[in-house]
């Protein structure tokens, strides 16, 4: 299993960054997926869900009518659309494989990709 | 949302040592607790899944129990590798959260 993130930059507070995550070494589109993220030197933070054939998706309250989660079955990919980017949402993001199980867990990650909101 | 909390926030402990992290959550989640691993500048690492099922590729020391709101990760003998930062989350709702994480150093 292989997940490798990307789009990550420096984007000014308003503006909007679109994250991507290739995923490969797996039926990508049986599998539910996730983005995480990580404020540096804080902890983890949820921030979306898709289920794997993108009927369902949930977002964390602090980003919800702002960031959009898409995937693309036939090309392996993960994306997140982030609009409307504020300073609070600078992190490390990461995307991130649901097990597909009933209790669902995180059990594949990418190395992440930094995003950073600043003026 | 279900709020997750650990204690403690950090410890500092041996090799050898057996060591303890608790996990409580908000509001019942039956056995939705999951826990991760995560080194310096590294990407977190799935350890224990549904309170107490070992991950494939996690070695034995490591142990989840609890049910309901309390939950404990154990490490039954410490080891070098070991010194991480360790986070509990609930899936419980489709909305996850995570605890805010419990760092290991060394003595």
């Known amino acids: 299993v292989q997940l490798v993130e990307s789009g990550g930059g420096v984007v000014q507070p308003g503006g909007s960054l679109r994250l991507s995550c290739a995923a490969s070494?797996?039926?990508?589109?049986?599998?539910?997926m996730h983005w995480v993220r990580q404020a540096p030197g804080k902890g983890l933070e949820w921030v979306s869900f898709?289920?794997?054939?993108?009927?369902?998706?949930f977002y964390a309250d602090s980003v919800k009518g702002r960031f959009t989660i898409s995937r693309d079955n036939s090309k392996n990919t993960l994306s997140l659309q982030m609009n409307s980017l504020r300073p609070e949402d600078t992190a490390l993001y990461y995307c991130?494989?649901?097990?597909?199980?009933?209790?669902?867990?995180?059990?594949?990650w990418g190395q992440g990709t930094l995003v950073t909101v600043s003026s | 949302d279900i709020q997750m909390t650990q204690s403690p926030s950090s410890l500092s402990a041996s090799v050898g040592d057996r060591v303890t992290i608790s996990c409580r959550a908000s509001?019942?989640?039956?056995?939705?607790l999951n826990w991760y691993q995560q080194k310096p500048g590294k990407a977190p690492n799935l350890l224990i899944y549904?309170?107490?099922s070992l991950q494939s590729g996690v070695p034995s020391r490591f142990t989840g129990s609890g049910s309901g709101t309390d939950f404990t990760l154990t490490i039954s003998s410490l080891q070098p590798e070991d010194f991480a930062t360790y986070y509990c989350q609930q899936s419980y709702t489709p909305r996850f959260t995570f605890g805010p994480g419990t760092k290991v150093d060394i003595k």
């Open positions: 991130a494989k649901d097990n597909g199980r009933v209790i669902r867990a995180l059990d594949y």
């Open positions: 070494g797996f039926t990508f589109n049986t599998y539910a």
């Open positions: 549904a309170a107490s």
């Open positions: 509001q019942t989640i039956s056995n939705y």
């Open positions: 898709i289920r794997y054939d993108g009927s369902d998706k």
